[in-house]
Antibody
């Protein structure tokens, strides 16, 4: 069974940092791009970042570029999102999703991890 | 800045047909934007409903279908069921590795 499990969320002060992890199982991890999508309380979905299967290429939404870094460790079947200079508006549930990159859609989603940025 | 538009809310009677749309504030949605559709029950993770080739994801009932209608992408539910009451999001691929979600449509079945 294909599964994605996020972890690493929590409460962090404005300006602080946090690293999210997404552990994958049930598929050949290195064959797939991975994305992060977030959802602020009561709001819609917002695409955050994507990394290709080998990790060679990454892209970011304008709202996080320069503050967030996506990476992956294919030996651990895990994708990461390093978040720094966090702001109140980064408060959200963060979902990781497997991406069918050459067809430009996401097909499997994790349950999400909650990040709260507050003093 | 181009925004992806969706109806904020829609209502359909059980057994009825509803078409949710996904447009752009500037320009037309075409296949080159690779539209896909996601269903989300509040508090839960999204679920992929229609992929960018207008194919239903595994386990999605055949009452769901995707298409391009005029200048928008469309998600049609034919014979809506109470279980279909959810939020629905489209996402468009804008190029250069970037996706943009629409604001979502809250579908009520009653």
């Amino acid at each position: 069974e294909v599964q994605l499990l996020e972890s690493g969320g929590g409460l962090v002060q404005p300006g602080g940092s946090l690293r999210l992890s997404c552990a994958a199982s049930g598929f050949r991890f290195s064959d797939f791009a991975m994305t992060w999508v977030r959802q602020a309380p009561g709001k819609g979905l917002e695409w955050v970042s994507v990394i290709t299967g080998a990790g060679a290429t990454t892209y970011y939404a304008d709202s996080v570029r320069g503050r967030f870094t996506i990476s992956r460790d294919n030996s651990k079947n895990t994708v990461y999102l390093r978040m720094s200079s966090l702001r109140a508006e980064d408060t959200a549930v963060y979902f990781c999703a497997r991406a069918i990159y050459y067809k430009y859609y996401m097909d499997v989603w994790g349950k999400g991890t909650t990040v709260t940025v507050s003093s | 800045q181009t925004v992806v538009t969706q109806e904020p809310s829609f209502s359909v009677s059980p057994g009825g047909t509803v078409t949710l749309t996904c447009g752009l504030t500037s320009g037309s949605v075409s296949a080159r934007y690779h539209p896909s559709w996601y269903q989300q029950t509040p508090g839960l993770a999204p679920r992929t409903v229609i992929d960018s080739t207008n194919t239903r994801s595994s386990g999605v009932p055949d009452r769901f279908s995707g298409s391009i209608l005029g200048n928008k992408a469309a998600l049609t539910i034919t014979g809506a069921q109470p279980d279909d009451e959810s939020d629905y999001y489209c996402v468009l691929y804008m190029g250069s590795g970037n996706w943009v979600f629409g604001g979502g449509t809250k579908l009520t079945v009653l």
